[in-house]
């Protein structure tokens, strides 16, 4: 009995060594969602909408368009437009190109299963004009809808790096 205490008491010290060390990066986005897409079908009516609050206009930002897709999807790239408004002010439009698959069809995101990931850089280095509550909202711009094969989408937002 005392033999196995002792074996776990190595073996649970070195799963939280290993949990501490996994959840002590850090991570400094501003946002980092995605939302589900129903049925896999991405319809023109279905349209995720995400809000971040901006609370220094000095900092500039990396803003990414996430996507997941499976076999399913019927084509090689995707067009999504992203809409970003502050409530009171005029909102901007952005059509972001995405390409999925290569020339001879295959998949270019990381892999999952039957799932692959895509991001798109689509605001490099962007400053938001004014502090406050900023939404972005995605909606498919491709001509089939429902469109098939899209599993969720999203956004990433993080402070920018020097390139």
Request: one cysteine or more; glycine letters at 6%.
């Amino acid at each position: 009995m005392k033999d196995k205490i002792l074996l776990k008491g190595p073996v649970f010290l070195l799963c939280m060594l290993l949990l501490q060390g996994f959840t002590s990066c850090t991570d400094e986005a501003l946002l980092d969602r995605n939302e589900a897409i129903t049925d896999n079908l991405w319809s023109a009516t279905q349209q995720p909408e995400f809000e971040v609050k901006i609370e220094d206009t000095a900092i500039p930002y990396d803003v990414y368009l996430n996507l997941r897709n499976s076999s399913e999807f019927p084509f090689s790239k995707v067009y999504v437009r992203v809409r970003l408004e502050k409530e009171g002010q005029h909102g901007t439009s952005y059509r972001v190109g995405m390409k999925l698959a290569d020339r001879d069809g295959l998949w270019t995101g990381k892999s999952a299963g039957k799932l692959y990931a895509h991001q798109a850089l689509f605001l490099r280095n962007y400053r938001f004009p004014d502090t406050g509550h900023y939404r972005f909202t995605l909606e498919s711009n491709m001509r089939l809808s429902p469109l098939p094969g899209i599993s969720d989408v999203g956004l990433r937002i993080t402070p920018s790096t020097p390139r």
